[in-house]
């Protein structure tokens, strides 16, 4: 494993990941709970859509944790209390399990749907199955453990934030500039 990265801050590539898998994901998680609402007619395309964001999430953070497990990140601030620690590396270890676990889920239960068509990767290609049953009863199974992976990335998420901005403001610490390129240290980390 190349060595700690010498600023304290994460490397350029893990930065650019991040950010991009960030703003992807929320988009996701919008698109995928505003699915039921879409009338009939339109919902294709928008399933479409989401399909093919779902495995791009995918092929990005298998490429995020193949970096993640050859480039150690910058060692947690110091002032983190054990608790906040354990938290922080759940959080982040949670992350990994959700950005591989939900898009093979939804793969298979695509797979597994005898009413859904093969999933088509932006239209450039179409995926082939999962190895899973074809049966409407495991998708179903697989459509409610979907949901409720959409439900934990949204705690994932706000447990980040609240993280972030505990440290921003009530620790005055440098978790934010670790990760933001360009940004500037705070005075006080
Ligand atoms: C990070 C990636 C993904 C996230 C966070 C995500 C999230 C979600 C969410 C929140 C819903 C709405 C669940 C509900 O309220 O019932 C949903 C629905 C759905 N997703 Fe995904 N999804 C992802 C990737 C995928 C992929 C890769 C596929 C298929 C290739 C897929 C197929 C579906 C389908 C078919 C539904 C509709 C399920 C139903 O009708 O009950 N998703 N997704």
Do not use: C
Request: no cysteine; net charge positive; glycine share 10%.
């Amino acid at each position: 494993m190349t060595a700690t990265t010498t600023t304290g801050r994460y490397s350029a590539v893990a930065m650019t990941l991040h950010w991009i898998i960030a703003f992807v994901l929320v988009y996701q998680l919008v698109l995928g709970f505003s699915l039921d609402g879409i009338p009939r007619e339109e919902r294709g395309a928008y399933m479409g859509v989401h399909k093919s964001l779902g495995i791009t999430i995918l092929l990005l953070s298998v490429l995020r944790l193949a970096w993640r497990l050859t480039h150690k990140p910058p060692p947690l601030p110091d002032d983190l209390k054990p608790w906040e620690r354990m938290l922080s590396r759940g959080v982040h270890a949670g992350f990994y399990v959700l950005l591989i676990g939900a898009p093979l889920g939804g793969w298979a239960m695509s797979t597994a749907s005898t009413r859904a068509p093969p999933v088509s990767f932006w239209g450039w290609f179409e995926l082939p199955g999962l190895p899973v049953p074809e049966s409407d009863a495991l998708a179903k199974q697989l459509a409610v453990g979907h949901a409720a992976a959409g439900a934990i990335a949204v705690i994932l998420i706000a447990l980040h934030l609240a993280g972030v901005l505990k440290h921003m403001f009530v620790d005055g610490n440098d978790v934010l500039w670790r990760m933001v390129p360009g940004l500037k240290k705070p005075p006080s980390a």
